[in-house]
């Protein structure tokens, strides 16, 4: 077994928040030069980017995750990671179930078009991808549990659209594989005032809108290679898998 | 006031947790931050809130609000139901946006003080 370096919080171009040099392929040569083994792309609700990326990942050597950082009911933001781009198309039917009816001002909140490797625009998605679903916390982690995903609360530590901040504590029984901390917050000082995330696998990641964020907050895992399994099995600290401590 | 004189003069609907329906209201507080609620709401507030997650009713005991007001037509999830009831969390439930709800709970407490004083 080997140390891989995961970046679990990467959006892309269709995120409406994320600059527009958020490009597959720039995505893809900043992971690479920043060394990492693992990415996982988490557009707001969306999953429409994953195929493409997870394409040209393999093609650079890079395993890229197919995920999506939904924004559940209670406007707390998660992140799942799913094992095929199969998996997380059928996840977005489910997110597409439960998505509010309001449109995208791109003048207000950015754009949101899907592109190609090339980076043309095939369209745009017409719907506010950053509005709350339908759907509540425990039904999104026990869909996500069930399809055999990674369930993890993005940036508890947020004073915003975080569990932590709008939910005050994590919830008994939630089915939840890890939870993230931002890629600035001081993990110590945060474990002293909030104990109860002692309990969990904790990760980080660099919640990247834009190139030059790619990797500026990852997570060491110990694993025997980069599959599914693994990184699951690394999330669960079995078999001498496992998700090395944070430094700070 | 108590929890059963406000839902009756306001119209709100009383869901689940109807023991609680005798205690009393000292003031009411807004917000659907859960953790802002935690921070700064006083015992027996009438908390108005969007949030319907199960979490509300561990902030409402914690804190010892008198109970939860659910607004623009929000219904406490099933998990929030079952556990209100056993719990004796009182929460109520409006077609009222939160302003307005809040605008004639105010009222009403303020009335209602300026008779008592």
Known sequence: MRTFKADFHVHTVLSPCASLDMAPVKIIEKAVAEKIDILAITDHNSTLHCKLMCKLGKEAGIKVLPGVEITTKEEVHCLAFFETVETANIFQQIIEKHKPDIPNRKEIFGYQPVVDRDENILYEVDWLLISALSLNLGEAAEIVSMMNGIFVPAHIDRPSNSLLANLGFIPDNLKIDAVEISKSIDFNALLMKTPEIARYTVIRGSDAHCIEDIGSGFTMLYIENDDFDEIKMAFAAEAGRKVMALKK | ?117
Not at chain 2, 53 to 73: F, M, P, R, T, W
């Open chain 2, 1 to 117: 006031m108590n929890i059963a004189e406000i839902a009756d003069r306001l119209n709100f609907e009383i869901v689940c947790g109807s023991t609680g329906k005798n205690n009393m209201v000292t003031w009411g507080y807004t917000s659907d931050m859960l953790s802002n609620v935690m921070g700064n709401a006083s015992e027996g507030n009438l908390w108005i809130t969007m949030q319907s997650h199960k979490n509300i009713l561990a902030v409402a005991l914690l804190k010892e609000l008198s109970g939860i007001v659910l607004v623009n037509g929000h219904r406490p999830d099933t998990e929030t139901v079952t556990q209100a009831e056993k719990e004796g969390v009182v929460i109520l439930a409006t077609d009222l946006p939160a302003f307005e709800t809040a605008g004639r709970l105010y009222q009403l407490l303020k009335e209602n003080e300026d008779i008592q004083s």
